[in-house]
């Protein structure tokens, strides 16, 4: 039996992403064509062993519900593993008492019911991967109350603006969490990903809840630093945090360079997702495709370049789609032209022959839009 169960988080209150996820949670967005974020958190932890994962879901919750199913998908193990959705009644996107701990505090008896000693916790809201096998047992050997994963970055004065970030000591000794506020560029910024003993995983629950019932879980093992050795483990390879509009474009343009796309894909290390039955893409007179990933059941006739198409999408003779995300089930119409732009599912653009933006505010085109 594993020695830890799994707790996918959902984003807190902070953290918006505008447009996308007015219709879903960002665990749910669509990834690279063919995944949705969650798929990452969910692999990492199936890989290493974790079949007992508890999946937490706040508001809008069909699209992420319906891709989980039953988590088989996921390389579970059918028999004793199990991926469970956890629901909290506060629904409310923008309320200040929606908080994780809120949420495991509604579902405190599931969390006791767990058999397994250990949980390590990780975001529906981050790509990365990481074996967390060998970061438990790294914990227990370091006799570290708390292990926190984190990525050291040089760009934290434009980039990662919704995330903590981790102070450390010389022994990497966890000394404060604060938000990074754009002050300095190279940051040690948390990966929202914990692990510690059940036992104190519900008593951070209870001690917050009492404190403040607006706290986080993040500020409570903030305000537990002085009693608790809490350390932090420098995580390695490709990290995203999907926190605003232009981190989720920037993850998913970015990963289309091979080189970037090797940090995070690994053939010993499978990224899991549902499959749905589809042909293969079409490639027909006039497509011409270069730099760009694309998904089954397309049918291209125009130029794709440096951009992801997701399932079934039709591009008509003419079309030009530079530096853009498209969705599923997206038509653009002949002789228009798209550049630096995020085009949600069943979007029509048949009208207007011109959307751009720009790399630094890449525009959105909202879902189910005819243009």
């Known amino acids: ?25 960002i665990g749910a967005f669509s990834f690279l ?20 994962i508890q999946v937490y879901v706040k508001r809008k919750p069909r699209s992420l519900v319906e891709h989980l199913g039953t988590g088989r998908h996921y390389n579970i193990n059918s028999k004793r593993g199990k991926l469970q959705l956890m629901f909290s009644q506060n629904s409310s996107e923008n309320d200040v008492y929606n908080t994780d701990i809120s949420a495991f505090a509604e579902n405190i008896e599931f969390i006791e019911r767990m058999r397994e000693p250990y949980v390590i916790i990780a975001p529906s809201y981050m790509v990365y991967a990481a074996n967390y096998s060998e970061l438990l047992q790294a ?8 292990t926190l994963l984190y990525h050291s970055v040089d760009n934290a004065r ?38 510690m003993k059940k036992e104190l995983f519900i008593e951070l629950i209870k001690k917050g809840k009492k404190i403040s019932s607006m706290y986080t879980l993040p500020q409570i093992v903030a305000a537990s630093l002085g009693e608790l050795d809490v350390r932090g483990v420098a995580h390695r390879g490709y990290f995203a ?40 893409t079409q490639y027909l007179e006039g497509a011409d495709v270069k730099a760009s990933v694309i998904s089954n059941g397309c049918r291209i006739e125009g130029t794709i370049d ?6 079934g999408c ?10 853009c995300v498209i969705l599923p089930d997206v038509v653009i119409g002949e002789d228009t032209v798209l550049e630096n ?28 839009d005819h243009l």
Request: charged share 25%; glycine share 6%; with cysteine.
């Open 241 to 280: 945090s999907v926190t605003d509009f232009n981190s989720y474009y920037n993850a998913n343009i970015s990963l289309i360079d091979i080189k970037t796309a090797e940090g995070l894909f690994n053939p010993d290390w499978p990224i899991y997702t549902k499959t749905n039955d589809s042909c293969p």
């Open 341 to 368: 732009v995020v085009v949600d599912k069943h979007v029509r653009i048949n009208h207007i022959k011109e959307v751009k933006g720009t790399p630094e505010h890449p525009g959105y085109v909202k879902r189910g």
């Open 306 to 311: 440096h951009s992801i198409l997701s399932r």
């Open 158 to 195: 434009e980039a990662f603006l919704n995330c903590d970030i981790l102070n450390l000591n010389k022994q990497k000794g966890v000394e404060s969490i604060e938000k990074n506020r754009g002050s300095a560029q190279k940051r040690n910024i948390f990966m929202d990903t914990y692990i």
């Open 1 to 25: 039996m594993a020695r830890a169960f799994g707790i996918v988080t959902s984003s807190g209150t902070h953290i918006k992403v505008e447009g996308l996820q007015q219709y879903r949670p």
């Open 314 to 323: 039709i591009i008509k003779k003419g079309a030009v789609v530079k530096n």
């Open 33 to 52: 064509g063919r995944y949705r974020v969650i798929d990452f958190p969910i692999s990492n932890m199936s890989n290493s062993g974790i079949d007992r």
């Open 139 to 146: 914990h227990i050997d370091s006799d570290a109350d708390i």
